[in-house]
């Protein structure tokens, strides 16, 4: 069954720092492109971060550049959010991609609240 498990999410303090983790389960995962993406409250969902396959390409908003760094373990499954210098604005759930060229999964989400 295919599956990806997003944890990490909490509360945290501005200018704190988070590390969310997404594990899949159930298909190829070092054949697909990872992506994160969040949706505030009352707002769209939106892109954050992506990386490629192999690890050797990544992208990001502009609202998380130089803030978030996105990694993946192949050997593990896994993907992760770094989250640092973090910012009320950067409250919302955040959900785990997959996406290859025939298909794409999402994770159920984590909620992040960045509050004092």
């Known amino acids: 069954q295919v599956q990806l498990v997003e944890s990490g999410g909490g509360l945290v303090q501005p200018g704190g720092s988070l590390r969310l983790s997404c594990v899949a389960f159930?298909?190829?995962?070092?054949?697909?492109?990872m992506r994160w993406y969040r949706q505030a409250p009352g707002k769209e969902r939106e892109w954050v971060a992506t990386i490629s396959s192999t690890g050797g390409i990544t992208n990001y908003a502009d609202s998380t550049k130089g803030r978030f760094t996105i990694s993946r373990d192949n050997a593990k499954n896994t993907v992760h959010l770094q989250m640092n210098s973090m910012k009320p604005e950067d409250t919302a759930v955040y959900y785990c991609?997959?996406?290859?060229?025939?298909?794409?999964?999402w994770g159920q989400g984590t909620r992040v609240t960045v509050s004092s």
């Open positions: 991609n997959a996406i290859s060229r025939w298909e794409t999964y």
């Open positions: 159930g298909f190829t995962f070092s054949s697909y492109t």
